[in-house]
């Protein structure tokens, strides 16, 4: 099972952008659906955007036209592009990849929207 580094956070004002990136260390196709998940402080840990390996993306409503998840399957990368960001999207970000063996985690990223 490949593991997952994920990177790309950071502190960015109201409107912005920020591109996450998460890298499988061996084939992404080891995992069937890919996902990127956030949790705020005292928060849950909830599901932004998913992409199955067949099928259309899934987006969370409030990121929806905002978001977008993406592979890169010769680069075994899945990305986040957020524009238009809010201070509600302030949170630790986590890819996610599901298969047959189960979930893989990436490490937390975290982003910050802030003046």
């Known amino acids: 099972q490949a593991q997952l580094v994920g990177s790309g956070g950071g502190l960015v004002q109201p409107g912005g952008s920020l591109r996450l990136s998460c890298v499988a260390s061996s084939s992404i196709f080891s995992f069937d659906t890919m996902g990127w998940y956030r949790q705020a402080p005292g928060k849950q840990r909830d599901l932004v955007a998913s992409?199955?390996?067949?099928?259309?993306?899934r987006y969370a409503d409030s990121v929806k036209g905002r978001f977008t998840i993406s592979v890169d399957n010769f680069k075994n990368t899945v990305y986040l592009q957020m524009n238009d960001l809010k201070p509600e999207d302030t949170a630790v970000y986590y890819c996610n990849g599901q298969s047959t063996s189960g979930s893989t985690w990436g490490q937390g990223t975290q982003v910050t929207v802030s003046l």
């Open positions: 992409r199955p390996r067949w099928g259309s993306s």
